[in-house]
């Protein structure tokens, strides 16, 4: 039975899409809008709390946001394409710590678009200027992905919403993250969730 993905292509869901591509696996999509209250239905938030997407569906298990859904599904479908490193694998430990940074990644990105300013040591991403120089660092390091010669889902993860942010001009067009971010939205499985997307 293939997963059901919630989706709307102007959304977060569109990494969830990416990701279902390079997992290479059955999937359907349930289109949700923004504005028809269809995200706020008693079904809907059942699935997602939050009534946010991306959300899942799959063999009657619902998972929602966006780190958990790529992480059950990067863990669930290993083949034909394994893209996280098994719970015993010396890589684990540098996935599970990337893929969660993204929340500083948003955090982030909402204190540049809001303009406010906080003490670093109450903000649990520390500040807006700590996350892009720790990215920088870390990005500069992908060879050519965040673990090396082995993609996984964090690059999705992490790596497309560094996309969107600079994109969008939440994060600046460093030269550290250009040459990374081509590899990227080169891949197949991204353009085809971007075709696919709309």
Known sequence: MPVTL???PQSRAQLARWLLE????????APVEYDDGSMRTP???AISPL???????DDGKSVSEQVAVALYLADRYKSPN???PAIDHSQRGDYLRWMVFTANVEAAMT?????????????GWGSYDLVVDVLKKRIAQADPWLLGARFTAVD????????????????????EFTPYLERLTTRPAFARAAVAGG
Not at 111 to 123: G, I, S
Not at 157 to 164: E, H, M, P, R, S
Request: no cysteine; aromatic share 16%; charged share 10%.
């Open 82 to 84: 394994d893209l996280a």
């Open 22 to 29: 390079e997992l290479g696996i059955p999937y359907t999509i």
């Open 43 to 45: 079904g809907f938030l």
């Open 156 to 175: 999705v993860v992490l790596g497309g919403g560094l996309n969107y942010a600079v994109k969008f001009g939440g994060f600046p067009a460093l030269p």
């Open 51 to 57: 009534g946010k997407i991306p959300a899942i569906v």
């Open 6 to 8: 919630y989706y709307n």
């Open 111 to 123: 204190q540049k678009f809001a303009d406010f300013q906080m003490n670093p040591r109450q903000a």
